[in-house]
């Protein structure tokens, strides 16, 4: 399985990664249960997700994990709420803070996605923990923050002000105000 999915895993691709979970269910209709349950286990500990993402106990400079991609992130902030802070930390060369790494296809689930950079995004401890637990992204469609853009656009306007008289006159008349979106 793992040959035959390994550029996707090595992907940086919405599309390969679906096409390799799509690959796994498949092989998943010719197994037993208890073979398939062999198989996402030994998928488990091939991408071993809980080495790579421990608190490293001494200074390991050039050494890829996931505080180094955390560090690596453009994320400043969590992808899903846009209000929590996704900032890496350092302390005498050592990880000591980092933002919780989501599963965006649960690595439970998919475990050959466990390590795919495509698939960890930086997000915040409430968002990740709490709100999306283990949802299966696969199944129910939602943004991908590396794939998807989302855009709100609106217009906030006053039905009889220009914007400098409603400037003016803010405390007065923002109960008046419009918010129209586009």
Same mark, same amino acid.
């Given at each position: 399985?793992?040959? %035959?999915?390994?550029?996707? &895993?090595? @992907?940086? #691709?919405r599309a390969q990664m679906e096409w390799s979970i799509h690959e796994?269910?498949?092989?998943?209709?010719?197994?037993?249960?208890? !073979?398939?349950?062999?198989?996402?286990? %030994?998928?488990?500990? !091939?991408?071993?997700?809980?080495?790579? /993402?421990?608190?490293?106990?001494k200074p390991m400079p050039d050494h890829w994990d996931a505080y180094?991609?955390?560090?690596? #992130?453009?994320?400043?902030?969590?992808?899903?709420?846009?209000?929590?802070?996704?900032?890496?930390?350092?302390?005498?060369?050592?990880?000591?803070?980092?933002?919780t790494l989501d599963h965006f296809y649960p690595k439970a689930l998919?475990?050959?996605?466990?390590?795919?950079?495509?698939?960890? &995004?930086? @997000?915040?401890?409430?968002?990740? #923990? #709490?709100?999306?637990?283990?949802?299966?992204?696969?199944?129910?469609?939602?943004?991908?923050?590396?794939? %998807?853009?989302?855009?709100?656009?609106?217009?906030?306007?006053?039905?009889?002000?220009?914007?400098? @008289?409603?400037?003016?006159?803010?405390?007065? &008349?923002?109960? /008046?105000?419009?918010?129209?979106?586009?």
């Amino acid at each position: 399985f793992v040959a %035959d999915v390994e550029k996707a &895993i090595l @992907s940086d #691709s919405r599309a390969q990664m679906e096409w390799s979970i799509h690959e796994l269910l498949d092989c998943r209709q010719f197994m037993t249960d208890e !073979v398939y349950a062999d198989l996402l286990s %030994d998928l488990t500990r !091939v991408f071993n997700y809980d080495t790579f /993402s421990a608190k490293p106990r001494k200074p390991m400079p050039d050494h890829w994990d996931a505080y180094a991609l955390c560090a690596s #992130s453009q994320l400043a902030t969590c992808p899903y709420c846009n209000y929590n802070y996704a900032h890496t930390l350092f302390r005498d060369g050592k990880g000591a803070m980092r933002p919780t790494l989501d599963h965006f296809y649960p690595k439970a689930l998919y475990p050959h996605l466990g390590l795919t950079l495509a698939n960890l &995004i930086p @997000s915040c401890y409430a968002c990740n #923990s #709490s709100l999306k637990g283990e949802a299966d992204f696969f199944l129910h469609k939602h943004l991908h923050p590396y794939f %998807d853009q989302e855009s709100v656009n609106f217009e906030c306007y006053h039905p009889e002000h220009d914007f400098v @008289s409603v400037l003016m006159a803010f405390d007065a &008349i923002q109960g /008046s105000l419009c918010v129209e979106l586009q």
